[in-house]
């Protein structure tokens, strides 16, 4: 145990921050992601705006698989639903966007339950499966019917806040980022729950959850339907952030990025959401720019550009063998060892 953190009440011992050091920590990000639109670039606040999203959309996978033990793909179609929601308000109701992205979250909330029913029968790859075709039928539906636009999608006016229109990046990361951060907090929060250790106990076995009193459809069909109100939330944001939105926006390969983000990162744990997330996003970009660096500029980049791909698997595969518990875990081991520092146990 490290000194300075024992507890003597069970309030104190849930508590979400359990010393003063890591809310001091904590602080200190706050501030620096305060500070960083000030200082950064119209690139650097591109990305972080798009690492915001994506943390947003693999939390909410990190709920459903890893604490829940459901395997899904359909990750892409309920953020889908949720930036077709967000447009289609803009476009014919023009409601304020915090009302838009609550219903964003809403849709796609009722889109995961739909698709969350399988689930007490089916379970593994053939739960995977049945995802897949949820997405291929949410696919048609956005190429298909005329109030989505059809092939042509749908354009999506700018995010106001008053009289304010937020059009640019800088302008877009004090709504993406907060909302996100609240997103964060609250999965933080929902596993000091009784909900959230029923996910778990359904995660560990769910015959023996089941035998201890534990609903199996209730609570994994409300596992579905947050994890893809976070999809929903977190496609509301993409959609006032590319202002535009097609049925080529959201394909089957953005769900592998999703389930491929958690792993990476760490199942079953927050933190390995948001590591692996933003791992998956950062990674490519970073790779382009050192291959931007080196002697042909720009040319050469656009001709490495399948290698970084190869290299970006590589990093994936070798997590999956070498560290299968994720950046998360590597995280772990760093603090262990300045908790310990100078010693060795």
Known sequence: MRIGTLKDSYVADAALFDSSTQKA????????????????????????????????????????????????????????????TVAILEQRAGTPFALNLLAAGAVAMLGGLVVGIPSLRVKGLYLAIATIAASFIAHFVFANMRFTGG?????????????????????????????????????????????GRAFIAIRDRDISAEVLGIPLLRY??????????????????????????????????????????????????????ILGAAFMTMVPELLKLLAGLLPGGQDLAVFLSPVRTVVFGALIVGFLVFEPHGLAEVWRRIRRFFHLWPFRH
């Open 151 to 195: 092939t042509g999608g749908l354009a999506v006016p700018p995010a106001r806040l008053g009289g304010l229109a937020l059009d640019t990046s800088f302008r877009l990361y004090w709504l993406i980022v907060p909302v996100t951060l609240l997103l964060v907090l609250g999965a933080a929060n929902l596993f000091r729950t009784r909900i």
């Open 25 to 84: 920590w904590l602080a200190a990000g706050a501030g620096l992601l305060v500070l960083f639109p000030f200082v950064a670039g119209d690139y650097w606040l591109y990305l972080a705006c798009l690492v915001a999203i994506n943390v947003a959309s693999a939390t909410g996978l990190n709920i459903l698989t890893g604490y829940t033990g459901l395997v899904s793909l359909g990750q892409a179609a309920f953020m889908g639903l949720g930036a077709y």
């Open 220 to 273: 994994k069909l409300l596992s579905f339907g947050l994890s893809s109100f976070y999809a929903g939330v977190a496609g509301g944001l993409w959609a006032y952030f590319f202002r535009v939105v097609t049925p080529e926006s959201f394909p089957l390969l953005m769900s592998i990025f999703f389930l491929a983000a958690i792993i990476v990162g760490g199942m079953g744990t927050i933190l390995g959401g």
